[in-house]
């Protein structure tokens, strides 16, 4: 595959992760989502495409009653969540509200010239957000590989480590252990090794170098 197949690969996978993460209901299986996801990552390598198949079967298997029910113990609560979805958790500490990696992430998202989308109603270090700002930046990489911007392409990389290293990739190991760990439905095991090692695999593989996937805009305009 070249790079240009690698890279459309990359951004579909990442984007319909971040739709993942969003509360689950029966459009992910209407629009295709799962179907979506082994196409991009069976161009990308033959592992992920195994973790994703047995995520949408267990989608399937689960059935949307019993994901919501671990949804809510996992990500929301209502007294102590399991594995809150917010950087400001496993970075600072902090239980709930703006902490100092949700002002970071948010420089992070302006520098790229990105604003949150105001219908968004999480934190905007919320886990969802910040893969789609990671999709955006695959994205954006890609047009610049495509018409030859070196600058650009060399500036948008650049950002994308920085986001990786100071941002996302700090956090994902801790927050996907715990979901794991915590998770009752196999769904949400799954979805967190595919998470924790596709936000690996782009930490370490951006040396040279919007939308969601649903049908409404969720983070980002």
């Known amino acids: 595959m070249n790079d240009r197949d ?3 690969a990359r951004q579909d996978l990442c984007r319909f992760l971040a739709a993942s993460y969003y509360q689950p209901g029966p459009e992910l299986a209407e629009e295709k989502v799962f179907d979506s996801m082994l196409g991009a990552a069976t161009r990308i390598q033959p592992e992920l495409a195994a973790r994703v198949r047995r995520l949408g079967e267990a989608f399937c298997a689960e059935g949307v009653e019993n994901l919501l029910v671990d949804y809510t113990r996992l990500f929301l609560g209502p007294f102590d969540a399991v594995a809150r979805p917010y950087a ?16 970071a992430v948010l420089e992070l998202y302006r520098e790229g010239g990105f604003e949150m989308d105001e219908g968004f109603r999480e934190l905007p270090d919320h886990i969802a957000a910040e893969l789609e700002f990671l999709y955006l930046l695959i994205y954006r990489e890609n047009e610049a590989r495509r018409s030859g911007e070196a600058e650009a392409l060399k500036a948008t990389s650049g950002l994308k480590q920085r986001f990786l290293d100071a941002e996302l990739g700090r956090w994902i190991g801790p927050f996907t252990a715990a979901v794991k760990a915590g998770a009752q439905c196999g769904f949400y095991r799954e979805l967190a090794e ?16 919007k939308t969601p996937a649903l049908s409404r805009a969720r983070g980002f305009l």
């Open 6 to 8: 690698n890279g459309a």
């Open 88 to 103: 400001s958790v496993w970075l600072n500490g902090q239980k709930a509200g703006m902490g100092d990696s949700s002002m």
């Open 194 to 209: 595919l998470t924790d090692r596709f936000v690996k695999m782009e930490a370490g593989g951006n040396q040279e170098q």
